[in-house]
């Protein structure tokens, strides 16, 4: 059980509409960004602010106090290429009656920004792919447009215990995502048919990806939507036709 704690300038800093989203967003799965451990206990919010962005973090009540640290002009958030710690689900999901192959990425730290001031907070990694050619969500009826030079490289059984494995790379080349993936029944055969997978990223909760509760990813998916928290967009999958010490191609 968490509690959310947000000091009197915290609270001034977002206003009314940061607060109400800020008391919307789960902790369950998040990490302190301090101590890297589970969010659990008293959880205090930290906002660091610069010129243009509202950087929005979470740490244990023994890790730091509920703040507002005042950045640089020059200041914005880091980008999933510096580091963050990120979950990828793969589901097999109705869009208008067509089962598609979906990638759900997740922050494993569940850090926010809020653009020119008070406002909605962002999931930090679904901001960043607005700007990269993927689309804010609002339902799941169908899937969302292809973002040109994303790719999604499955490594299928090349984990330690014989796990699958996935890379997916942005247009200039860099690891948006790079780790395991449980890939259940009907995944691979679909993302063959397609040639694609629907990538979506933000502030989604979903189950554990182990439990394969294919309804409760999608009720996870709509609702995250629902609250404008949701981005997505159709990506290249495929495996690597070339020896693991050169570079991947796609079939």
Request: charged fraction near 15%.
């Amino acid at each position: 059980m968490t509690e959310l704690h947000m000091s009197p300038e915290v609270r001034g800093l977002l206003g009314p509409e940061g607060l109400a989203r800020a008391a919307e967003v789960s902790l369950a799965t998040g990490q302190c960004v301090t101590c890297s451990e589970p969010l659990t206990g008293t959880v205090n919010m930290v906002v660091r602010t610069g010129g243009t962005y509202t950087h929005v973090v979470y740490v244990h009540e023994r890790c730091g106090p509920s703040e507002v640290i005042q950045m640089g002009p020059d200041f914005a958030p880091a980008t999933p290429a510096d580091g963050y710690a990120m979950t990828m689900t793969a589901s097999v999901l109705d869009h208008g009656g067509a089962d598609l192959p979906v990638l759900v990425a997740e922050t494993v730290g569940k850090v926010y920004i809020v653009n020119d001031g008070p406002g909605e907070l962002t999931n930090v990694v679904a901001s960043h792919l607005l700007g990269q050619g993927f689309h804010l969500v609002t339902q799941l009826r169908q899937a969302p447009p292809q973002a040109d030079e994303w790719l999604g490289v499955l490594l299928l059984g090349h984990g330690p215990a014989g796990e699958d494995g996935l890379l997916v790379l942005d247009p200039e080349g860099g690891q948006l995502f790079t780790g395991t993936v449980d890939l259940p029944d009907g995944w691979l055969t679909q993302a063959g048919r397609y040639g694609w997978a629907v990538l979506y990223a933000g502030n989604v909760g979903l189950p554990d990806p182990r439990s394969r509760d294919h309804k409760a990813t999608a009720r996870a998916l709509c609702a995250a939507a629902q609250a404008g928290q949701l981005v997505g967009a159709r990506i290249a999958v495929g495996t690597p036709s070339a020896p693991a010490d050169s570079a991947p191609q796609i079939e």
